[in-house]
C-alpha cells in the first residue's frame, strides 16, 4: 500500500540551527511531493512543492527540499531555524494522475528562543 | 480572497446525535476533499466531491458518514450517531482545477474539531 514516512515525530532545536526533516514515501511510480506546516492554530499551508525539473525546490521562508528518486525521499531542509518556524509539517505525495493526497504522520517542530 | 472557510472550529456531541461539518471552499473552486486527522496520525483521505457529485467516497466509513456538495451552499459532512472513535479533526480542502493536472495544489481550511462525550 502507498504510504508515507515522517521518522521524527518530535523536533526541538535552538535558534539558528539547521534543521533536517525525513520523508520518504512508498509508491514506484511518478509522484508529485509537497510539504505543507501547520503553524498552531492556524490551516495548513504549502511550503513547496514538486512536479518535474530541478530535484531541488525551494519554498517559502527559506526553505527547501531536495526529492531524491532513488531514495524515494523528499526531505525538507532550513539552514538556519528561527523561533518562529515552531510548527508541524506535513509531508504528502500524489501519484501522478490521481488526485488523493497521502500524507505523513506529521513532525512536530519546536525551536527555542 | 477568502480561504475555505470551516465551521464549526469546534463541535462537542454525545454519543448517538448526529454532527454535520461545513465547508465553503475557495472562491472559484470547484473542487472539495475531506480528510480527517485521529490523534498521533497524519491526514487520512475521505472523500472527495464536485458540485453535485460525489467522486470518490473510498475514504469513508461505510456507514454512519455522508457528504454532498450541492450546487448552492457549502459543502457538508455528516456523522450519523456519532460514537467516541469519531473524535477528530476533520479538514475540508479545496482546489481550482482538475486534480489529474501537474499543477494542483490543495487549499486547506482551519478544520473542525469533532469531541464526541
Known amino acids: 500500500a502507498q504510504s508515507v514516512s515522517q521518522h521524527n515525530h518530535h523536533v526541538i532545536l535552538s535558534e539558528a540551527a539547521s534543521l533536517e526533516l525525513g520523508c520518504n514515501y512508498s509508491?514506484?511510480?511518478?509522484?508529485?511531493l509537497f510539504w505543507y506546516v501547520q503553524y498552531p492554530g492556524q490551516h495548513l499551508q504549502l511550503l513547496l512543492k514538486?512536479?518535474?525539473?530541478?530535484?531541488l525546490v525551494k519554498g517559502i521562508k527559506g526553505f527547501e527540499a531536495e526529492f531524491i528518486k532513488s531514495k524515494f525521499s523528499f526531505n525538507l531542509r532550513k539552514p538556519s531555524v528561527q523561533w518562529s518556524d515552531t510548527a508541524e509539517y506535513f509531508c504528502?505525495?500524489?501519484?501522478?494522475?490521481?488526485?488523493?493526497?497521502?500524507f505523513g504522520t506529521g513532525t512536530r517542530l519546536k525551536v527555542l528562543a | 480572497n477568502a480561504g475555505v472557510m470551516q465551521n464549526p472550529r469546534h463541535l462537542v456531541r454525545r454519543r448517538g446525535q448526529e454532527a454535520r461539518l461545513r465547508c465553503s471552499p475557495m472562491?472559484?473552486?470547484?473542487?472539495v476533499y475531506w480528510y480527517r486527522q485521529l490523534p498521533e496520525e497524519g491526514l487520512k483521505f475521505m472523500v472527495y466531491?464536485?458540485?453535485?457529485?460525489?467522486?470518490?467516497e473510498s475514504g469513508m466509513p461505510k456507514e454512519r458518514f455522508s457528504a454532498e456538495f450541492p450546487k448552492e451552499g457549502p459543502s457538508i459532512l455528516r456523522i450519523q450517531q456519532v460514537v467516541r472513535g469519531d473524535s477528530a479533526a476533520y479538514f475540508c480542502?479545496?482546489?481550482?482545477?482538475?486534480?489529474?493536472?501537474?499543477?494542483?495544489?490543495?487549499?486547506f481550511g482551519e478544520g473542525s474539531r469533532l469531541t464526541v462525550l
Open positions: 480542502a479545496s482546489s481550482d482545477r482538475d486534480p489529474g493536472s501537474n499543477t494542483g495544489e490543495l487549499f
Open positions: 509508491y514506484g511510480g511518478t509522484v508529485n
Open positions: 514538486y512536479f518535474s525539473g530541478d530535484p
Open positions: 504528502a505525495v500524489m501519484p501522478s494522475g490521481t488526485y488523493k493526497y497521502i
Open positions: 472562491k472559484g473552486h470547484s473542487h
Open positions: 466531491l464536485q458540485k453535485e457529485n460525489i467522486i470518490d
